[in-house]
Nanobody, 123 residues
Framework: VQLQASGGGLVQAGGSLRLSCAASTRTLSAYNIGWFRQAPGKEREFVSAIMWSGGGTYYADSVKGRFTISRDNAKNMGNLQMNSLKPEDTAVYYC?????????????????WGQGTQVTVSS
């Protein structure tokens, strides 16, 4: 599965961005979709995930209530709506696809990764 993340940019604190993850070689409908982020000097961390069926969503505590994950299997893509952004949300955001549902909140649960999109939140 080849993934392409897009939608990053520069936004002021309190603003919103919508990230998209498009698959170009296989259908995403059979895969869980995850979003991770990596800030400079830090480990890549889990942000959010959605089950292949769309029936379960997961969020890191730091983004709960501000971010919303969704998927559109007909369009073969996933989205991450990010509201009330904070400077600490600044990072490169990666989308990933995998089938290990028991590891859906960990990097090990994903076999395919997009190239990342930069999100910068100014204070």
């Amino acid at each position: 599965v080849q993934l392409q993340a897009s939608g990053g940019g520069l936004v002021q604190a309190g603003g919103s961005l919508r990230l998209s993850c498009a698959a170009s070689t296989r259908t995403l409908s059979a895969y869980n979709i995850g979003w991770f982020r990596q800030a400079p000097g830090k480990e890549r961390e889990f942000v959010s995930a959605i089950m292949w069926s769309g029936g379960g969503t997961y969020y890191a505590d730091s983004v709960k209530g501000r971010f919303t994950i969704s998927r559109d299997n007909a369009k073969n893509m996933g989205n991450l709506q990010m509201n009330s952004l904070k400077p600490e949300d600044t990072a490169v955001y990666y989308c990933a696809a995998g089938q290990a549902s028991w590891r859906i909140t960990t990097r090990q649960g994903y076999d395919y990764w997009g190239q990342g999109t930069q999100v910068t939140v100014s204070s």
